[in-house]
């Protein structure tokens, strides 16, 4: 079977390596592009204000990853870290991961347990609401969207968070460390697209703005004979709104993921 996986790259790689092992014709067709900021002199002001907050909160492994890179270009100017006591806070395993790789000790790190299944702002808030009280502060480092026509829904993700914590009293900034953008495709890659919304293939989508960028590749498709597994319940909604002729739900997990392919053969 053909899996078309649209994480960012390099998960999506990775992860398209992984299901080629498991006997899958699975291919890399990322759906939104990183890069770091032209400007990075908030993100090091930042950093020297640390000793500020009771936690950050990481978005994604990308905002883990431009975050630290701003620490380095520190270090070279003779800044140290002293703020030993903050927590960092991220909702998916990955983005654990990519802390522990920057150093952070895990016994810092608040996220969801692999074997909960459910790695949302939902279920870190009920992991980290007792360490919030009034007048503490809380950092959300994220990435952006530059000259985005269509934000995300208000509500969910970050922003539910913010909302959460400004209730328990404490104040919350955020701090752009990446911008996200749609990729472009040449002729090839919209003809493949094409070829998949219609030939059985299985699309991962782990993102709802990838799926505002899929509909702007490809504005005319028809998606109802499109088969995909979705990696949370707002995303599988986004995508029967788009058209998706079936769509499966799966946690945001390789194996999770991989099962619920294999039971749409």
Not at 4 to 18: G, K, M, N, S
Not at 34 to 58: C, H, I, N
Request: net charge neutral.
């Amino acid at each position: 079977m053909r899996v078309i996986v649209t994480r960012v790259q390099p998960q999506a790689q990775l992860w398209a390596q992984v299901l080629c092992q498991h006997g899958h014709d699975a291919l890399a067709l990322p759906l939104i592009e990183t890069a770091g900021l032209p400007d990075t002199s908030a993100l090091r002001q930042t950093w020297q204000r640390l000793p500020e907050y009771l936690a950050v909160m990481f978005v994604s492994a990308h905002a883990v990853v431009h975050f630290f890179a701003q620490k380095e270009a520190l270090a070279q100017t003779g800044y140290a870290l002293t703020a030993t006591t903050i927590r960092a806070w991220g909702t998916g395993p990955g983005t654990r991961t990519a802390l522990l790789q920057q150093g952070v000790p895990a016994d810092r790190i608040d996220s969801p347990a692999m074997r909960g299944g459910q790695f949302d702002s939902e279920t870190l808030w009920q992991l980290v609401q007792d360490q919030v009280g009034p007048g503490q502060r809380v950092l959300i480092v994220r990435g952006d969207t530059p000259g985005s026509a269509e934000p995300a829904p208000q509500g969910v993700g970050r922003d539910w968070l913010a909302q959460r914590l400004q209730a328990a009293g404490a104040g919350v900034d955020c701090v752009v460390a990446y911008q996200r953008a749609a990729p472009v495709w040449n002729a090839a890659r919209l003809a493949l697209a094409a070829t998949a919304a219609t030939d059985s293939s299985v699309w991962v989508l782990s993102s709802a703005e990838a799926l505002r960028n899929l509909r702007s590749l490809l504005p005319t498709q028809n998606w109802s004979r499109a088969l995909a597994v979705a990696t949370h319940e707002r995303i599988a909604q986004a995508a029967r709104q788009l058209g998706f002729g079936q769509v499966a739900l799966a946690n945001p997990t390789l194996d999770s993921v991989l099962a619920s392919i294999e039971s749409m053969s």
